[in-house]
């Protein structure tokens, strides 16, 4: 045809395979920009951790945006990880931080492909923003942003090495073959090769990547082990060897386990123990830089170091810890053997002033709990401790030294890592969770809970046991009692009591059990009489109330 092409000429299919190669173009091209971002971001945090090694804890641009993270963390969200993830709720949200940050990298990487001083100007943004939650840690001072600013730097370098690199290859081609000669009629029609090989520049900007990439996880691993090496808190505490202690606690009775298989140990190994606490990451304390402080209302201010405290008259005590995010039947509580000071000795030596009701403890972290000053002094066993179990408290669960108290939720009285104790006022002072809302003064309440059979649990019909704990700290559990399939309350068998501030677990034997779905409820009364809470109600503000209950299955 005059003026025309052929069908099946390259002319008709021109147009097509151009717009076809300018999508794959666009796609590699983003997917060159996304790779820039990210690499260049994990360069940032790489060097700054490296170098956060170097200054405080606090330094970590990472660990500071987590904290600020949880310290504005609002009450429903905070029951919600809790109690969704429980004791991993914080590596749950260092994944989610991770991820957040990868996309966000990410994102910036295109920007940098259009704009290179736009992307510049966010990543710069954002530092500003890690540097402000850096200088907002405790203990933190202007210093502490040398590691970002460090990181930040060699971030933007790299984005900009990066994102040259990626435009290069985004402009080269190499043929795997040669390409069909033009068409003479029609020059301009673009001809594409049917398999394409990667370019040099393309090699190069893949080279370059790997590089960064590889560069990051090796300093990110190498500030992880200087950290550790620098400290050395853990190898620390493995070699402490704590006293003995003035007075020891009194032998456990006999039968203070529940014979029913399943039930929890008497005592929580440190392992096992709950940890709810609003710390990122463990703060790592050298004992031999441990002080306490006691001030505020007091009459003689002062400070107390770590062999000070070990060379105390130090007390053993069974005390049961629970969580005021533990949901009815949850597992947010542990009994344990502890070792320390016990407080009220501490705050006689300070001399409180008259009107001085709360103390206001401080952890190294930042983290405060305001405790009412009477509970300390009136002879209960409130330590502050340094062994768990025989052993020097565990890096998560304090050392080197925290406090415990015996009949408040630990969010009022259980500060780990404590350096600071100040007598005040609940009238001017406020602590981190009664600032959020929660009940300032937080006594624990009676609860109990079905650890046999767990709920869903498929079993054999006949002979069935059924076991748990219940606890009422400071007051003791005086009866347990089972409603089966709703029907009338029956008394469970206690197990033996080793003292009031402990739970106390039961058992309870079903004979004759028959086949099919079952429901099982649990409810105890304190040493009063005083029957636990029927009415369901969350932990906020004070504590979940509410009779557990069970279904399960026999066959």
């Known amino acids: 045809m005059k003026d025309g092409v052929a069908k099946g000429s390259p002319a008709r299919q021109g147009p097509v395979s151009d717009g076809s190669v300018r999508d794959g173009r666009v796609k590699r091209g983003a997917g060159r920009g996304a790779v820039a971002g990210v690499a260049s971001a994990a360069l940032l945090f790489a060097v700054a951790e490296l170098l956060s090694a170097f200054f405080g804890p606090a330094s970590s641009p990472f ?54 001083r736009a992307a510049n100007l966010i990543v710069l943004v954002a530092a500003l923003a890690m540097a402000a939650c850096v200088l907002t840690r405790s203990g933190a001072g202007a210093v502490d942003v040398l590691p970002l600013a460090a990181g930040t730097a060699a971030g933007i370098w790299v984005l900009r090495l990066l994102t040259e690199a990626a435009g290069e290859a985004a402009g080269s081609t190499s043929p795997a073959s040669p390409p069909h000669p033009a068409s003479p009629t029609h020059p301009a029609f673009p001809t594409i090769p049917s398999q394409q090989q990667a370019s040099p520049s393309r090699r190069a900007f893949l080279l370059r990547s790997a590089a960064v990439a590889g560069a990051a996880v090796v300093l990110g691993l190498g500030g992880a082990l200087l950290s550790r090496t620098r400290t050395k808190v853990k190898a620390v505490r493995e070699a402490l060897k704590l006293p003995a202690p003035f007075t020891t606690a009194p032998p456990l009775p006999a039968g203070v386990q529940a014979s029913v298989a399943g039930v929890v140990p008497f005592v929580t190994p440190a392992n096992d123990f709950y940890r709810i606490d609003t710390a990122l990451v463990a703060p790592e304390v050298d004992p031999s830089g441990w002080s306490l402080r006691v001030h505020g209302m007091v009459e003689a201010e002062f400070t107390m170091g770590f062999d000070e405290l070990l060379a105390s008259d130090l007390v053993e005590a069974y005390v049961t810890l629970a969580c005021v995010s533990n949901e009815v039947g949850g597992n947010l509580v542990g009994n344990a053997k502890w070792l320390g000071l016990p407080l009220r000795e501490v705050l006689a030596r300070a001399k409180p002033l008259p009107g001085a009701d709360m103390v206001l403890s401080t952890s190294v972290d930042g983290f405060t709990a305001s405790t009412p000053l009477p509970v300390l002094q009136d002879g209960r066993a409130a330590l502050l401790a340094v062994g768990m179990n025989g052993e020097p408290l565990p890096v998560d669960h304090g050392f080197p030294v925290r406090m415990v108290v015996p009949g408040l939720y630990g969010y009022v009285s259980a500060t780990k890592w404590v350096v600071d104790l100040e007598l005040t006022t609940f009238a001017l002072q406020t602590a981190y969770w009664t600032s959020r809302g929660w009940s300032s003064h937080g006594p624990v309440k009676t609860a109990s809970r079905i650890e046999v059979p767990s709920d869903g649990a498929r079993l054999a019909a006949g002979r069935v046991a059924l076991g748990g704990s219940a606890w009422a700290q400071t007051r003791g559990i005086s009866k347990v009692e089972i409603q089966l399939d709703g029907g009338s309350w029956q008394p469970a068998q206690l197990a033996g009591e080793a003292s009031v501030d402990t739970w106390r677990q039961w058992s309870f034997m079903w004979n004759d059990a028959p086949a099919g779905n079952h429901t099982a409820r649990v409810r105890s009364y304190d040493a009063s009489g005083a029957l636990q809470v029927r009415e369901e109600a969350p932990p906020a503000p004070d504590g979940a109330t509410g009779w557990h209950t069970v279904s399960f299955t026999l066959s």
């Open 63 to 116: 660990t500071a945006v987590g904290s600020t993270f949880i310290d504005f963390t609002p009450a429903w969200l905070k029951d919600f990880a809790i109690a969704t993830f429980g004791s991993n709720d914080k590596t749950v949200l260092l994944i989610a931080m991770a991820l957040v940050a990868a996309a966000a990298s990410a994102m910036i990487g295109l920007v940098a492909g259009t704009s290179l």
